[in-house]
């Protein structure tokens, strides 16, 4: 059973990893672009009047993953009624607690409600979905996503804030994207390699790193990693993303209000000791 459904956690895992893929860098995207025009509006200036920019900046991240958590949660419902109509339409009337509990179906065809005069082939595919389908199975994997995308988004939109605070122009954000973007897309690839090997050291190392763990390990949830392995990756990207948030509020802060001058990444660095 484990060997027949191993193409569709496969394939259901690579869809959660890029789906947190393109999460994260469009929201955090959209953090990075609000920065900029505000900086260009000079709009900061008045803002920072009246709130610090530590709060401002926290404020800005939260308020832009509430809008994905949102658009999250609208995708979750339309997807169960989806599940729904296809199980009504598609499965009318075949027990499929039973179908998923039936084991190997090559040995021979089990007595199971509803499914009459169907051949072993057809009830083989039909046990991939009532796999897939596991009320137990979608709500670890939701929980999974859920928490991945707000680790995920909270580290990198902090990066894609402090960037933003230090340029003055979207054309000036090239020098500084590049390193965290290769971080993204490797993480995406190290995703795509666990599909064939989901227990192998890179698997496991990519999804104890903060900044690949909410891909790789999306990847590798579906083929039963154990709970100490997603509760320990889970632990390491909080903690990163608010050390990084800290950091990035301290680049933030000095950035947000300096124009006409390209920093370089040493003298960013410097900002980070200003109190």
């Known amino acids: 059973a484990k060997e027949s459904s191993s193409e569709v956690a496969s394939a259901i895992g690579l869809i959660g990893g890029m789906i947190i893929y393109f999460f994260i860098f469009m929201?955090?995207?959209?953090?990075?672009?609000?920065?900029?025009?505000?900086?260009?509006?000079r709009i900061i200036e008045v803002l920072v009047s009246s709130v610090k920019?530590?709060?401002?900046?926290?404020?800005?991240?939260?308020?832009?993953?509430?809008?994905?958590?949102?658009?999250?949660?609208?995708w979750v419902v339309f997807g169960l009624v989806l599940?729904?109509?296809?199980?009504?339409?598609?499965?009318?009337?075949?027990?499929?607690?039973?179908?998923?509990?039936?084991?190997?179906?090559?040995?021979?065809?089990?007595?199971?409600?509803g499914t009459g005069n169907l051949s072993a082939e057809k009830m083989q595919i039909i046990q991939k979905v009532a796999m897939t389908i596991d009320p137990i199975f979608i709500i670890k994997f939701l929980a999974?996503?859920?928490?991945?995308?707000?680790?995920?988004?909270l580290l990198y939109a902090s990066l894609f804030a402090a960037i933003g605070s230090a340029v003055d122009g979207q054309e000036d954000t090239q020098q500084?994207?590049?390193?965290?973007?290769?971080?993204?897309v490797f993480a995406l690839y190290a995703g795509i390699y666990s599909m064939e090997n989901p227990d192998g050291p890179l698997a496991f190392w990519?999804?104890?790193?903060?900044?690949?763990?909410?891909?790789?390990?999306?990847?590798?949830?579906p083929f039963e990693v154990p709970l100490?392995?997603?509760?320990?990756?889970?632990?390491?990207?909080?903690?990163?993303?608010?050390?990084?948030?800290?950091?990035?509020?301290?680049?933030?802060?000095?950035?947000?209000l300096m124009y006409g001058k390209k920093p370089s990444i040493k003298e960013m660095s410097k900002w980070l000791r200003y109190k």
């Open 27 to 41: 929201y955090a995207s959209q953090v990075m672009k609000g920065v900029i025009e505000e900086k260009t509006n």
């Open 53 to 74: 920019p530590f709060q401002f900046l926290l404020g800005k991240i939260i308020g832009v993953a509430a809008v994905g958590l949102v658009q999250f949660l609208i």
């Open 83 to 113: 599940i729904l109509v296809m199980q009504t339409f598609f499965l009318p009337g075949i027990d499929l607690e039973a179908l998923r509990n039936a084991g190997n179906l090559a040995g021979g065809l089990p007595d199971i409600a």
């Open 144 to 153: 999974s996503f859920l928490f991945y995308f707000i680790g995920g988004y």
């Open 176 to 184: 500084f994207m590049l390193p965290v973007t290769l971080l993204l």
């Open 206 to 221: 990519c999804s104890m790193i903060p900044f690949t763990s909410p891909i790789v390990m999306m990847v590798r949830v």
């Open 228 to 256: 100490w392995e997603i509760l320990l990756s889970i632990g390491f990207l909080y903690i990163s993303s608010i050390g990084f948030t800290w950091f990035s509020a301290k680049i933030y802060r000095v950035g947000i």
